[in-house]
């Protein structure tokens, strides 16, 4: 391998560490698009909305913004909860309705699926 191709390689490696790839997901400080940006595949930003379960007979809820976190109670259909975030991971979009904690430390909080609410 010659010197340009060695350089470009690095060049890659340390962009792809950077961002967090072939790392746990960890946060970074916020931009100035206001969002938290999470290295690796969750991407959270701050929300203030109400929602309304139109899930029969109600949603899940789970204690991270994942299909496969533990579920630790249930909002029934009708009810409305109100978003804190709201985070992308792996193309499944979360809301975190109660305890909501997205920093530079972590994400935690009690989240719910955005299909299952409107």
Not at 1 to 19: D, V
Not at 23 to 45: E, M, N, R, V, Y
Not at 80 to 103: E, P, Q
Request: with cysteine; glycine share 8%; proline share 6%.
């Amino acid at each position: 391998m010659n010197l340009k191709a060695r350089t470009i390689a690095a060049a890659i490696g340390t962009t792809l560490i950077t961002w967090g790839i072939a790392a746990p997901a960890q946060a970074s400080p916020p931009s100035k698009d206001g969002q938290i940006h999470i290295q690796g595949t969750i991407k959270c930003a701050p929300e203030s909305k109400t929602y309304t379960v139109k899930k029969k007979p109600g949603t899940a809820i789970r204690t991270k913004p994942a299909k496969d976190a533990p579920q630790v109670d249930t909002v029934y259909f009708g009810n409305k909860v109100s978003s804190k975030f709201s985070c992308v991971n792996s193309g499944w979009i979360f809301v975190c309705i109660s305890l909501c904690k997205v920093d530079e430390n972590g994400i935690a909080g009690r989240w719910v699926f955005r299909g299952d609410i409107a």
